[in-house]
Nanobody, 120 residues
Framework: QVQLVESGGGLVQPGGSLRLSCAAS????????MGWYRQAPGKQREVVAT???????NYADSVKGRFTISGDNAKNTVYLQMNSLKPEDTAVYYC??????????????WGQGTQVTVSS
């Protein structure tokens, strides 16, 4: 059993900042990739940022220079610092982990999602 729990979403004005957190727990042997995805009404879920074993990061073009993904290996936790937020960033943000369980299976796991709303 693996679970991912997100926190930190909320309502902010354009230009504001939020910091999202995602903690993974359960039968985890190792994490390969963790990332943040988002889904707005009427749109497909899209990748926002990922962080890979070793610390390499990737970002969607729409958030480059504004968002920063980071991780804490000891806590199996990933963060997303979001600055200079725009109304277009409004979406439900989901945490994802590709990991190896203690049973040596590899799969993707999803958090429950946290709402981010950017509006005046």
């Amino acid at each position: 059993q693996v679970q991912l729990v997100e926190s930190g979403g909320g309502l902010v004005q354009p230009g504001g900042s939020l910091r999202l957190s995602c903690a993974a727990s359960g039968s985890i042997r190792s994490i390969v990739v963790m990332g943040w995805y988002r889904q707005a009404p009427g749109k497909q879920r899209e990748v926002v940022a990922t962080i890979i074993t070793g610390g390499n990061t990737n970002y969607a073009d729409s958030v480059k220079g504004r968002f920063t993904i980071s991780g804490d290996n000891a806590k199996n936790t990933v963060y997303l610092q979001m600055n200079s937020l725009k109304p277009e960033d409004t979406a439900v943000y989901y945490c994802n982990a590709n990991l190896v369980t203690t049973y040596y299976t590899t799969d993707n796991y999803w958090g429950q999602g946290t709402q981010v709303t950017v509006s005046s």
